[in-house]
């Protein structure tokens, strides 16, 4: 059983830093490629981002090109989501994902595995 326990979510105010980190156990973590979601109240879940099986390749949604970064280290099994110059509607639910194929890009449905979220609040 592959699990996916995310964790670093919390209240943070416009223009402050926050990272989260994403620890998967019951499969080879260095194979997955791994992804960010999150999903705001009343609104679809959005893809943030996602991290090759090396780390050697990152893609981000435009919304948060040029302030997110993802980076992985296969030894610790672990993802994370560095978030700067964070913004009000950044406020949401964050979810990591992983994707056996390698092959689901930016699409939600496509993901094999989630974990449970954690949860981003940015004030203004």
């Known amino acids: 059983q592959v699990q996916l326990v995310e964790s670093g979510g919390r209240l943070v105010q416009a223009g402050d830093s926050l990272r989260l980190s994403c620890t998967v156990s019951?499969?080879?973590?260095?194979?997955?490629?791994m992804g960010w979601f999150r999903q705001a109240p009343g609104k679809e879940r959005e893809f943030v981002g996602s991290i090759s099986w090396r780390g050697t390749n990152t893609y981000f949604a435009d919304s948060v090109k040029g302030r997110f970064t993802i980076s992985r280290d296969n030894g610790e099994n672990s993802v994370y989501l560095q978030m700067n110059s964070l913004k009000p509607e950044d406020t949401a639910v964050y979810y990591c994902a992983a994707d056996v194929s390698g092959w689901a890009g930016s699409r939600a449905e496509a993901y094999d595995y989630w974990g449970r979220g954690t949860q981003v609040t940015v004030s203004s």
């Open positions: 019951g499969d080879d973590f260095s194979t997955l490629t």
